[in-house]
């Protein structure tokens, strides 16, 4: 998949759609220290829980989430954002149709 245009202006939003009953995700940078990607996710879609090695970075775009960190409950509307330290369990859900910038930094 192609990242996106450098030394342009990108419309983040725009570059990810909704698509019913799903989780489409678009890698925009991808380097060795990490990468950036787009996710838009359906209502009542998730991502179970899991871990990662590094931190993260979840940025809500457009519409709501619930973000678990360790078993503790976040909710995230457009504009807020919360880093998900390495190596502890976390899981996200859709509130309402929900995009979200993930930016993932590996140590």
Do not use: C
């Not at 976390?90 to 993930?102: G, I, R, V």
């Amino acid at each position: 998949m192609a990242t996106a245009p450098k030394s342009e202006i990108l419309h983040l939003a725009e570059l990810v759609s909704y698509q019913d009953g799903s989780v489409v995700s678009r890698q925009i940078a991808k380097a060795n220290a990490g990468n950036i990607t787009l996710f838009a996710f359906d209502q009542d879609q998730e991502l179970s829980e899991h871990t990662a090695p590094f931190d993260a970075l979840a940025h809500i775009l457009d519409g709501s989430a619930e973000v678990k960190i360790s078993g503790k409950a976040f909710q995230l509307g457009s504009g807020d954002a919360i880093i998900m330290p390495a190596n502890e369990p976390h899981a996200l859900k859709a509130l309402s149709p929900f995009k979200m910038l993930l930016t993932m930094i590996r140590n």
